[in-house]
Nanobody, 125 residues
Framework: VQLQASGGGLVQAGGSLRLSCAAS????????LGWFRQAPGKEREFVAA????????YYADAVRGRFTISRNNAESTVYLQMNSLKPEDTAVYYC???????????????????WGQGTLVTVSS
């Protein structure tokens, strides 16, 4: 499985960005696709996940209400719409695919088998 993330960039606080992640090599229409981020000097953290083909979506408290995860299973693509961005959202954002994840594992990076290369999001104040 290959994951290719794109859409990062520089944006002012309060602005929006839309990240995309295209998957290839395996059908992931029934699997969990997630977004994580890692800021300089910090551990990788959960942002959002679309569980088991989109049955449910989950968000970190820090982004709930501002970010929206969506997916197009026909095109094997997952998106992260980020609105009302804050400087603390600055990080490298990674998409990931988890196979047969149980619900309690959606926030755990170690449970995801495949990772994209990351795309940098910088939010200026």
């Amino acid at each position: 499985v290959q994951l290719q993330a794109s859409g990062g960039g520089l944006v002012q606080a309060g602005g929006s960005l839309r990240l995309s992640c295209a998957a290839s090599g395996r059908t992931l229409s029934r699997e969990t696709l997630g977004w994580f981020r890692q800021a300089p000097g910090k551990e990788r953290e959960f942002v959002a996940a679309s569980w088991r083909g989109g049955a449910n979506n989950y968000y970190a408290d820090a982004v709930r209400g501002r970010f929206t995860i969506s997916r197009n299973n026909a095109e094997s693509t997952v998106y992260l719409q980020m609105n009302s961005l804050k400087p603390e959202d600055t990080a490298v954002y990674y998409c990931a695919a988890g196979l047969s994840l149980i619900l309690s594992s959606v926030r755990a990076p170690a449970r995801y088998s495949y990772w994209g290369q990351g795309t940098l999001v910088t939010v200026s104040s």
